[in-house]
Nanobody, 114 residues
């Protein structure tokens, strides 16, 4: 069992930055692929970024070059550094853990004003 808690969301102006954190507990964090997804109002949840157990990363085309995912296994935490934010990045951001099971956090709201 893995419990995930996101933090770091908020309201920023376009062009600004935010760093999201996702703290995991309850299992062997380092053995899970960790990811970030987002869901905007009226839209389906979509993939944003993921980081594998070896540190390999993958990004959605819409965020590549602006967002960076990283993990600190000693702290059981995964991060999403978001730069050059756009109004279309506004969404609830969810942390995801994929391993022996699939687990989701409760989400954190990110709002970008134009």
């Amino acid at each position: 069992q893995v419990q995930l808690v996101e933090s770091g969301g908020g309201l920023v102006q376009a062009g600004g930055s935010l760093r999201l954190s996702c703290a995991g507990s309850g299992s062997i964090f380092s053995s899970y692929t960790m990811g970030w997804y987002r869901q905007a109002p009226g839209k389906q949840r979509e993939f944003v970024a993921e980081i594998g157990t070896t540190g390999s990363t993958n990004y959605a085309g819409s965020v590549k070059g602006r967002f960076t995912i990283s993990r600190d296994n000693a702290k059981n935490t995964v991060y999403l550094q978001m730069n050059s934010l756009k109004p279309e990045d506004t969404a609830v951001y969810y942390c995801n853990a994929l391993g022996k099971g699939i687990y989701w956090g409760q989400g954190t709201q990110v709002t970008i004003s134009s």
